[in-house]
């Protein structure tokens, strides 16, 4: 209960609540402490760092000394690093004396701010003790192990930061000025700290981000701090994974006839250091601060939530994802919010369209994998510009559907939603006037849980929407927006990758010339890790990483060999990069709804077919109807020769791989029957191999289904549909399963012993498809483990007839 937070008795360190801050004119630190603890006011003429004379003759006997640890002469001398600031060095000394006069958990009460956390008065939601318990005591950090031993953390202190942290030194010394002076983090002499309950060191890194400023982070996996940690915390406030799957689909069921779909950005400044670690835990998650061989060595101390702790996004999100859910309560009900004082100033502001970057400001990229002496000119690094403007052979590719999908229902009130990833939230709204209302409903959720700035704070203290990004244009509604690193034009309804990224796919696809064999593990990590990220925008492209995850399965050492099939898989995206410019994503190809379609199919050693029933609102093309389409194949002689069966050991296809090549074909059916562009259409099966293999759109090795999954994912693109896979029993399934074997009997005999299956009787009740022989072609040549150009899935349907629509209860042709 909430009195029990408050009533917690002081002699409880670990949990009872934190003390009042010592007041300014008690403080032994008031008269030491320095001005201008900022960034900018670092000294320019740095020097190493010494302790005053007074610090080290007021040191207890019984503590060891601030000399300079004897260099070893087992380890190389280090790089150099950058002397410390005068500003900083002062600061440090000051810390030390103030550690020793008050002892860790008043020293921490009064360098730490206030919590950031408001009273919560205004939030009514079920993580507000959550939140209670995160402002009067801090996030916990318990561990599953013994606290480590004095050799351990001597261990992790002489191995010191990551090579990363070398070769930005000065901007880390400018970072933590900042940060101390924002009272998020401290730095403290090893010798002064060596004696606090649970110490545990862990080395830092810095990570460089794209025009932005590098990022510190602290590498707690290595140190094995994140693998022992306890889940503390709500692991189910992690809720982020899916916010641009929810934006998009917020975005597709919107009505257009309110108007388009509005976006906007607020993000939170300071991110995960607006939440408070508990005081006695801060030890646990020390890392190492890079100094110079000889020096004393340092050790920097969270009082916030850190980057790269395995609790800080959940105890993070638990923040922000009440936010968004308190934004959408409000905006569901009638309330009218009442001005905030940002929102008038991010009205005012009118954003940039990201579409309208221009080529000659973005720079060429520095080449991920470099190619081999015999591919590389001396002193000509390989660089790679993407142009998007200038003239591509494009492959064919279908139009764009110019009806909106009929199942999407109309709504009765214009789109008003609230989602957040991390510390961004992202704000949707339709109709001007209703947008303000969003936006200033957003602001009065972030306030009532993240304090605003208030006259007695720091002039450190930041207010938490960011204004650096507010006064760029996030804040302010567009169409057209860069949303979680995706560009989104809900004007057009489409969904694109930012130019820079597609300046990398080019790149990366440029530095692995056909003639390359082997690439080491690391790299091909990198590879595979930037194109699954690119994926979501590139439709039918998750369905080409077989090969290429086969070759990262089969290793040798630290080498990976990229064979015929890598490169083939390279070879398609470089058929995708080219067509990238004049086919955009549509976010309906993204976002499966109900289904327009629902088919089953089956595949013996004999054949393979398949039955479609079609909604009523799907329009046929020419020369079908409306009725349940029929289709098989019988296997030819050498595929089924090749079968494995109990007399067949040495065989190289299985029943499996039949039945995900009569999975294709079952698509093919009814692309070249029904308009299914941009539908959803949900294709069963009795077999479970091709199930997880549908869904997953790739496998490990470069046996038969990875071929068929390739052209998977061809099909997929040029016919723009949204694919869904489930199981279906086998007794469930007679009227595939009989269209798969019973070749022995003519159609006009399978369809009439297969009458009581169908909803209409006689012939009227159905419709044949005959297999494209094109694609029948691709196939076969998958199931031979060979490779069909792309083209040959691009097998354009006939027109769809026009759709019949009731109005005023007279059917109508829509035009």
Known sequence: PDEVIAEQPTDHPSFGPPQKRVPSGDSPSTSSLPSGLAATSLCAEAHPYVPPDEVIAEEPTDHPSYGPLPPTTTQPKPPVVTPMSNDLGTVISHHTKLLRNLGWSKFVRTVRETSDLTTLENVNHPAKRLLKHYKHRGAPVKFSTEPWSKERVSQALARGAHKSCLAHTEFLQEEFGDMIAKSQWVILPASAVEDLPGLRISPPGVVPQRERR????????????????????????????HALDRILREILLADPAMGPVQMLKIDLSDGFYRLDLNVEDIPKLGVVFPTNEGEEPLVAFPLVLPMGWKNSPPVFSTATETIA????????????????????????????????????????????????????????????RWDPTLPHSSPRHLPVPTLRDPSLPKQSRPLSYVDVFVDDFIGLAQQSGNSRRVRRILMHAIDDVFRPLEATDSIHRREPISLKKLRKGDCSWSTVKLVLGWIIDTANMTIHLPPHRVERLAEILASIPVTQRRCSVQKWYKVLGELRSMSLALPGSRNIFSHMQSALSLKTGNRVALDKGVHAALDDFRFILKDIANRPTRIAELVPLLASALGHHDASGTGAGGVWFPATHLSPRAGYSNKPVLWRLKWPKEIMEKLVTSTNRSGTISNSDLELAGALLHLEAICQSFDVRERTILSKTDNLNTLFWQRKGSTTSGKVPAHLLRLFGIHQRYHRYVPRFDYLSGPSNPVADALSRDFSMSWPQLTKSLAPHLPQKGKDGFQIWDPTPQVVTSVFSALHKKRSPPESLTVEPTAPTPPILIVNGIPTLNP
């Open 214 to 241: 590098p990022r510190w982070i602290c590498d707690y996996s290595f140190s094995g701090v994140n693998s022992e940690t306890l889940p503390l915390a709500a692991l189910d406030s992690m809720q982020f994974g």
């Open 325 to 384: 859910d308190l934004a959408n309560q409000r905006l569901a009900s009638a309330m009218e919010p009442r001005p905030h004082p940002l929102d008038e100033e991010a009205e005012k502001i009118v954003p940039e369209s990201p579409l309208e970057t221009s080529v000659s400001q973005r720079q060429s990229l520095p080449s991920i994998l470099r190619r081999s002496s015999k591919h590389l000119r001396p002193g000509r690094p390989l660089r790679v």
